[in-house]
């Protein structure tokens, strides 16, 4: 059986870490971190995450500032609320949560936000320094499978790291950082994605499996090699009457089969998702005491 990757435990451990540092800059007189999230209209998960990091903010001595906009709020004003945030000095980080309405360009919104209160890491100017190996707001969910990697001394020097998924969230940055000179990294990668013919051929040869194309159960135990390790990185409500709220969660990779198979396995939930928060407010802090842009 695999040993199973903690991401609540880790992440709680990782706030405690923030929250020890928050204390400091409270007796030192120093800035509170301030994260801004924009959150465009009523969509269920959104609603859930949003409201978890504002959460998770409150949690750790963080000042939060959540701005909620209708649905039908053009383009134009979402940009203005955006300038709005970057002007603001006492707001250190801001995100705005996607997906973002159809009638929204993601691209013009996310090129709006000011790159050093870009703590989701998804501007030009972020995605561009993390793939230079410079100090960037590295994108969170990348960012939160680093640090598991790391706190579990998961060795990725020399191995075969296979990414099955080559979003501009997590897929692609992923294969960079793993692909990397340092640790994690040093990694031999293959980023695969729909177009890959021999996909099962190709995990099956991956030390670590990092799994983020966003498919149900994907990944079955005749796809992982022996002793692998396999990071899953998928979410989905799946409709189950016997719980309270109606659905449970469940991820890219076939847990059950594939943990009887790898050497460490992240699950779903708690696992990579609320990694995903605590690397959000590390980049907060970082903002908030300017170490990345200076
Ligand atoms: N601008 C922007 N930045 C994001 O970082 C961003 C986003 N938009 N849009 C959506 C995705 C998704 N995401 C998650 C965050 C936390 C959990 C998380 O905490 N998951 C819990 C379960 C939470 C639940 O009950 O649904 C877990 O896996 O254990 C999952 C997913 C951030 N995202």
Sequence with gaps: MAILIDGKKTSQDIKNEIAARVAEIKTEGGKIPHLAAILVGSDGASQTYVGAKVKACHEIGFESTLVRLDETISEEELLAKVEDINANP???GLIVQLPLPKHISVEKVTDKIKPDKDVDGFTPSNVGRMALNWPAYVAATPYGIVELLKRYNIETSGKHCVVIGRSHIVGSPMSILMARNGYPGNATVTLTHSRTQNLKEIAQTAD?????????????????KPGAVV???GIHRVEDASKKSGFRLIGDVKF???AEKASAITPVPGGVGPMTIASLLYNTLLAAEKKVYG
């Excluded at 670590?208 to 992982?224: C, S």
Aim: charged letters at 30%; hydrophobic letters at 60%; a negative charge.
């Design 256 to 258: 059950d089969e594939v």
């Design 90 to 92: 006492d707001i250190d």
């Design 208 to 224: 670590i499996l990092i799994v983020a194309l966003g498919k149900p159960e994907f990944v079955t135990a005749d796809m992982v």
């Design 231 to 233: 990071i899953d990185v």
